[in-house]
């Protein structure tokens, strides 16, 4: 089993950048894809981005995609979101979690242990 904590979110007006990071249980950290999906009040679960066991290949969502950057570093056992010029519309909760396959897929059924979230807020 994985544990999966996520930080980093926060207050931002629009413009500003968060990093979330999401650190991970357990020594097998390495061996998960991961994903980072958000939920908006009212909406269902989106998702952003996702990252294969050794960083070299990312997937992004259309509406995030040049603003948005996952990485990993797998000696912390962490997978981080760097999000940049957010809008009012990125305002979610934000939740990593290990993705069952890969290539991923971008539904939340893909995904086996998931984090509490992390609250961003993009202010107009």
């Known amino acids: 089993q994985v544990q999966l904590v996520e930080s980093g979110g926060g207050l931002v007006q629009a413009g500003g950048s968060l990093r979330l990071s999401c650190a991970a249980s357990g020594r097998t950290f390495s061996a998960y894809a991961m994903g980072w999906f958000r939920q908006a009040p009212g909406k269902e679960r989106e998702f952003v981005a996702a990252?294969?066991?050794?960083?070299?290949?990312?997937y992004y969502a259309d509406s995030v995609k040049g603003r948005f950057t996952i990485s990993r570093d797998n000696a912390k056992n962490t997978v981080y979101l760097q999000a940049n010029s957010l809008q009012p519309e990125d305002t979610a909760v934000y939740s990593c979690?290990?993705?069952?396959?890969?290539?991923?897929?971008?539904?939340?059924?893909?995904?086996?242990?998931w984090g509490q979230g992390t609250q961003v807020t993009v202010s107009s």
């Open positions: 979690a290990t993705a069952r396959t890969w290539p991923v897929v971008r539904t939340p059924g893909g995904y086996a242990y």
């Open positions: 990252i294969n066991q050794n960083g070299g290949t990312t």
